[in-house]
C-alpha cells in the first residue's frame, strides 16, 4: 500500500512539474510601454528580430523578455518614411508596437566584379556569379551588402558575341558591370586522321584527326569534336587528291587525302562453295579479290588486302538451272564497270541440306559489258 501511494504521489509531482514548465511557455499579456525597437530601418530591408524588446508577463506569473519571431513583425520595408512596426504576439494574438523611420536607398554600387567576365558564345553564366558583390547605400545608416538573390541580373547574351553590359536591378535602382563574350577566332589541326589514302568506293575515315579551337587570350585552346558531318569536299568516286574542309562555330580548317581510282580486279581465290544442288543459295564465303587503283599522277598500286565480300555484288546465278558452268560475275558495290568472272555447277538432286549462315549478296544490275577488263 505504502508503494502504491509513493508512485501516485510520484506521478503527481511529474505532473505539477509539467504544468509549471508549461505555464512558463504561456504569455499572459505583452507590456505595451516596454516595446523597444530600431528608430532607423533601411529600405527594402526586414528587422531583425534580436533589435526588438518586449517585456512580457507569463502564466506563472514571472516577467521575461518576449521572444519575437520574423513572422510575428509586420511594416512595409518599401515605403520610405515614419512607420509603425506591428508586434502580434503568436500565443495570445495581442498586438504591440513602435515607431521607426523607413531610409531610402539612395545607390547601388558594384564593389567587386564576378571572377569570371569573359564567356565562349554559348555558354551559360554561373547564376550567382562567384565573387560578384553589390553594396547599397542609405542616407545616414550608410552602406550595406546586399544578397544578390534579392537581385535581378540581366544582360548576358550568351549567343551574341562581343562587349556586353550586365544590369543589377534592386528596389528600383540600378548598377553594372561588363563581361566579354568571345567567339572562336580560329581552328588547327593538331593531328591528322590516320587513313590518308582511299580507294574509290570507300568512306571517309575521320580516326585520329585532332582539331582545337582558338579563342584568344584568356581562354584557353580546347579540342573540337568533329563528326563526318562537319567535314564536306570528300567524293569516294572521284580520282586524285582532295581538299576537305572542316567547319566548326563559324570556322574552317583544310586537310587533303587522296582517292585511288579502281582500275582492275584479280580474282586470287574464287569462293569455297562451287558446287550447287537445284533450289540452295549462293555463297560468297571464301573469295578473295583485290583490286588495282591509279592515283593523282597516273602511278598504280596494288590494294592494301583484300576487298570485304560485304562491298561486293554478284550476277549470273540460278538456282533452278540444272548444268555446268554457270558464269558468276562479281563487282565491287557502284563500281560495275570493273569485274571478275568465275564459274558454278548446279546438279540435279534433293536439296537435303542449305549452307549454314553463308555470307550472301544480294543480286544487282548486270555490269556494262563495255569494260577492258580481263575475264575467267
Known amino acids: 500500500m505504502k508503494k502504491v501511494l509513493f508512485l501516485i504521489c510520484a506521478v503527481v509531482l ?9 505555464k512558463s511557455m504561456q504569455v499572459d499579456y505583452l507590456e505595451e ?12 530591408n526586414p528587422i531583425n528580430p534580436k533589435e526588438i524588446t518586449i517585456w512580457a508577463m507569463y502564466k506563472d506569473g514571472k516577467r521575461r523578455v518576449y521572444s519575437v519571431s520574423p513572422s510575428e513583425i509586420t511594416f512595409d520595408s518599401s515605403r520610405p518614411g515614419p512607420q509603425t512596426v506591428r508586434i502580434r504576439g503568436a500565443f495570445n494574438r495581442q498586438e504591440v508596437s513602435f515607431q521607426t523611420e523607413v531610409v531610402p536607398l539612395n545607390r547601388l554600387t558594384v564593389t567587386s566584379p564576378p571572377k569570371k567576365t569573359l564567356f565562349k558564345i554559348g555558354e551559360d553564366a554561373d547564376p550567382a556569379w562567384p565573387g560578384l558583390e553589390v553594396r547599397g547605400t542609405w542616407a545616414q545608416l550608410g552602406d550595406s551588402v546586399i544578397p544578390l538573390n534579392t537581385c535581378e541580373i540581366t544582360g548576358h547574351m550568351k549567343n551574341q558575341a562581343g562587349k556586353q553590359t550586365v544590369t543589377i536591378a534592386f528596389g528600383g535602382l540600378r548598377t553594372t558591370f561588363d563581361i566579354d ?9 593538331v593531328d591528322l586522321p590516320k587513313k590518308y ?7 571517309l575515315d575521320l580516326a585520329g584527326l585532332k582539331v582545337t579551337g582558338l579563342w584568344g587570350d584568356g581562354i584557353p585552346n580546347e579540342d573540337l569534336p568533329i563528326t563526318i558531318a562537319d567535314v564536306t569536299g570528300f567524293n569516294t568516286n572521284n580520282r586524285g587528291i582532295q581538299r576537305l574542309t ?21 580474282l586470287e581465290k574464287p569462293p569455297t562453295k562451287t558446287d550447287y544442288v537445284a533450289g540452295q543459295q ?10 588495282t587503283y591509279m592515283g593523282s599522277t597516273n602511278s598504280r598500286k596494288e590494294g592494301d588486302g583484300y576487298i570485304d565480300v560485304s562491298r561486293l555484288r554478284y550476277n549470273g546465278y540460278d538456282p533452278n538451272r540444272v548444268g555446268d558452268q554457270q558464269r ?15 564459274f558454278v555447277n548446279v546438279k540435279t538432286a534433293p536439296v537435303s541440306t542449305t549452307p549454314s549462315n553463308p555470307v550472301t549478296t544480294t543480286p544487282s544490275n548486270p555490269p556494262s559489258t563495255n569494260t577492258n577488263q580481263n575475264k575467267q
Open 33 to 44: 510601454d516596454s516595446v523597444k525597437g530600431p528608430e532607423h530601418v533601411r529600405q527594402y
Open 197 to 203: 589514302d582511299y580507294y574509290q568506293g570507300e568512306t
Open 14 to 22: 511529474i505532473i505539477g512539474s509539467v504544468l509549471t514548465g508549461c
Open 282 to 291: 549462293f555463297d560468297l564465303t571464301g573469295i578473295l579479290i583485290k583490286g
Open 246 to 266: 572542316v567547319s566548326k562555330n563559324g570556322r574552317t580548317v583544310n586537310f587533303e587525302v587522296q582517292v585511288w581510282s579502281l582500275v582492275s580486279l584479280d
Open 181 to 189: 563574350v568571345r567567339s572562336m577566332s580560329g581552328m588547327q589541326i
Open 328 to 342: 558468276i560475275t562479281v563487282w565491287i558495290d557502284g563500281l560495275n564497270a570493273i569485274y571478275v568472272n568465275f
